[in-house]
Every structure is written in C-alpha cells, then in structure tokens.
C-alpha cells in the first residue's frame, strides 16, 4: 500500500495512531476483497479481427484505455492505448487488432486476494490486468483506481458503524452541559456463571474507548472490573452487581453482593490467599491475586465487608489531565 | 513478528482462519494462571497457555494479548474459538510444549513481556 503511505506523507502531517491503524486495515481488506468484489465486470471487447479504427472508436466512446481481444471466447490479447499510438504513427488504422494486440498476457484470478493484483501491479508495470474464473473464461478486468474504489467502498462500511458510535459517545460530556455530569453503566452479574464471566467488563472496556479513554486507561479499568466480575460469579451466594460512574475527571467502579461476605478482610487482601475451588482454580482463577491485581490497577480500593451480609467493593481512578473526558467549556470551573 | 510469522515458528494451526492476522507482537508470556496474565503482561503480546476454556479469551481481551498459543496440541471447545472470532483474537494450536514454544519464540527474536510480581 505503498501509494497510501505517501498520501499521508504528501499531505504533510504526522502519521497518529489512528492513520495506522487506518493504513493496517487496509492492508487486511487487500487480504480480505477478493478481486471479483472490486473488479469491473461488465468488460468491452474486441476481436482479432477487428479493423484498428473499430477498436479507436470503441476507446473513445467508454472512454477506456485499453480492451482485451476474445477469440472463440478465450483471451488472445490485449490491446491498450499505446498499441494504438504505435498503429496511428504508422498510419494503418486498417489492420487487423491481431496485428498489434500484445499476447504476452498476464492475468489474475477472480477469486484470489486483491493483495495479488497489487502484486502483479507493481511487478508487471500493466495499467490494467483481465481476470479470470476458474475455467480460464474472461470475466471481468481490473485497474487500481478498481482496486482503490473497492478498498474505500469496504472501509467505508467497516467504519460507518463504529465511527459513528464513537462519535456520538466522544462528545457525550461536550454535548450535555451540568455542574456534574456521569454516566452510569450497571450489570447484574449471576453466581457460578462462569460461561459469561467477563462479558459485563467486555462492555465495559468497550463502553470506555467509545468515550474516547485512552487504550492504557481502558485496560486499567478493564482488568481491575474483570477480577471483580469473576470474583462476584467465584464467591457469592446469589450474584452481584456492578457499577461504573463515569465522570469526565474520574471513573468509580463499585461490585456489591448480598453474601457470603469475608471472614476476614486483611487475610483476603494477601497476595496468595485463596479459598477458591479446585474447580474455578482449574480454570486459571482463585490464586489469590485478584484483589492485589486490582489495586495496582486503581488509585484507590475499598473493601467492606460483613460475614452473613454483603461485600461492596470500591475502585477509583482519577484521570490524569491529558485523559479526561472532553466537557463543555463552562463546566470546567465546576468541581 | 507478527502473528502470521508466528504461526509458522510454532509450526500451529490457527483454529479461526477468518481473523486477521497481521497484527504485530511485541513479545510474550506463558501462563495457565489467568490472573498471573492480567497483573504482568504488557500490551501486545502472544499468550502461550494449556487452558482452553472461555477465560482465556477474555483475560487476553482485557490485557490487549494479541494472539493466544494453546500447547501440546490442545484444542478449546467452541464456545471458546467463537468468542475469539468475534473479539478479532486469532487462536492457534502447537504440538509442541510450553517450554519448547518459549525456546523458540524467544530464539526467533520474541522477548518477554511478563513484568515481576513487585512492580
């Protein structure tokens, strides 16, 4: 995608993360298109047999560069404008197309990558290379300004969706003026559901890289919500809930549940200790890490409990400046 | 490297061909604890591990793991690889053991990206 690269280039500015990861997704759709999804089907053709000046006049009207030459439904040739040149020079517009058509064709396969036609661009220095079907039969040609639009069009539809999404999440704290605004997500996690266990963080993280988090403060929160989300399906009685507060200067996430509750508190925040089955240990948990794991990814962590009641659990982290959520102007003087 | 290049080192097959497979790796850890994963692997990496189960797949998810090796020819059920489509995490199954696929992820340029418990 040497082209793409020099575009940004041209145009001056620092390539962001958010080119990058533009440019490697269209290096992905060149592996995922395939050339029969870009390519111009509905091909004009000639014969070999077909006076120059026929073929001049069929370029004009469709305005093409170049037609490839069928005999008996097979490709012959290819016949491009510079072909033409040569005839007209000579002044034999007269002539047959087999007498100036090139036959040293190179095609491409309908069903192979576009990322193969790319190659074969750059390799063979062709403006244009006929496709073919399994059978060898002509069924289409492409160009790069094809494989161009094909690209744009597949980008187009992969990041409507979840551009949009994200615009209209980014700008939530900028659009809705208050003293104090927060958004608030909450889940209801079920006991022993271990089959789901993560989901609710999943919607989380997700939640927060549509506000526009940075992706080092989504995983923060997202491995701090993730042990405690498997932490209420691990140990409780009945499930729990989850609450993230979202505010432009903070994130507070908070799991509450109706029992068993913890013995002993000070035991439980002891890196190693455990009372986990072997059941959930033998699915990569209860090692006695969650809780320190959470606390090296939060500011700050509460845990009250009371054996017979309920834990509640309380996670916060202030966001540095540059990782705010963007507010309206006049709210910044808020507290 | 990247996972492509990956899956040739470990002579895997990747379970869920439809996920893309360019993305770049950093370096790597090696892990049956899902916690040991999400308080030590920075972002980027491959994840080699024994475990097949679901959780894999989520913890890779919220550590930004970029592609999970499942050793010793183990293959996760398919709720598991069907998550992993749908989260764009490619998953790949290697003959060979843990300590085999360390040895040679590591000879072919991919370092650790565990961090000590202390920090």
């Keep these: ?335 | 490297m990247n996972v492509q290049q990956l899956v040739e080192v470990v002579e895997g097959t990747v379970l869920n061909p439809q996920v893309s497979l360019k993305h770049e790796l950093k370096g790597g850890c090696g892990a049956d604890l899902m916690s040991d994963v999400l308080a030590s692997v920075k972002p980027d990496a491959v994840l080699l591990t024994g475990l097949c189960n679901i959780q894999v797949v989520r913890t890779a998810q919220m550590a930004d793991v970029r592609a999970i090796v499942f050793v010793r020819g183990k293959k996760p059920p398919a709720d598991t690889i069907a998550l992993a489509t749908q989260e764009g995490i490619p998953l790949i199954t290697s003959p060979f053991g843990m300590f085999e696929l360390c040895g040679r992820l590591y000879q072919a340029g991919l370092h650790s990206l565990e961090d000590p418990v202390s920090n």
């Design chain 1, 1 to 335: 995608m040497e082209s793409l690269h020099e575009l940004h280039g041209r145009r001056g500015r620092i390539i962001t993360d958010q080119d990058a990861r533009e440019i490697s997704r269209v290096e992905e759709l060149s592996y995922d298109l395939k050339i029969s999804e870009v390519m111009t089907s509905n091909v004009k053709t000639v014969s070999p047999e077909m006076p120059m000046n026929t073929v001049l006049e069929i370029l004009r009207v469709n305005r093409i560069s170049g037609v490839p030459v069928l005999e008996n439904d097979q490709l012959a040739g290819i016949l491009s404008i510079e072909d033409l040149v040569r005839c007209m020079e000579k002044n034999e517009l007269h002539l047959p197309v087999r007498q100036y058509m090139s036959q040293k064709i190179v095609s491409v396969n309908a069903y192979d990558p576009v990322v193969k036609a790319i190659e074969t661009f750059s390799k063979e220095r062709k403006g244009r290379l006929p496709v073919i079907d399994e059978a060898g039969k002509l069924v289409g040609i492409i160009t790069k300004g094809d494989i161009t639009r094909g690209i744009l069009n597949a980008l187009q539809r992969d990041y409507h969706e979840e551009e949009l999404r994200r615009y209209r999440a980014s700008h939530l704290f900028e659009d809705i003026t208050s003293d104090r605004t927060s958004l608030i997500l909450r889940y209801n996690i079920k006991a022993r559901d271990y089959l789901n266990g993560g989901q609710a963080s999943s919607h989380i993280k997700r939640a927060l890289l549509r506000l526009g988090a940075t992706p080092q403060l989504a995983r923060q929160c997202g491995i701090a919500i993730y042990e405690a989300e498997m932490n209420l399906i691990i140990h409780t009685t009945n499930g729990g809930i989850i609450r993230v507060q979202i505010e432009p200067h903070r994130i507070l996430m908070q799991t509450t549940d109706d029992g068993p509750g913890i013995e002993d508190v000070q035991k439980a925040l002891t890196p190693g200790w455990s009372t986990a089955s072997q059941e959930v240990r033998d699915m990569g948990f209860g090692a006695g890490m969650g809780l320190v794991n959470i606390q090296r990814c939060v500011d700050r962590m509460e845990l009250e409990s009371t054996p017979g009641k309920g834990t509640k659990l309380v996670m916060e982290i202030i966001l540095r400046p540059e990782e705010r959520f963007k507010e309206t102007d006049d709210s910044e003087s808020a507290p």
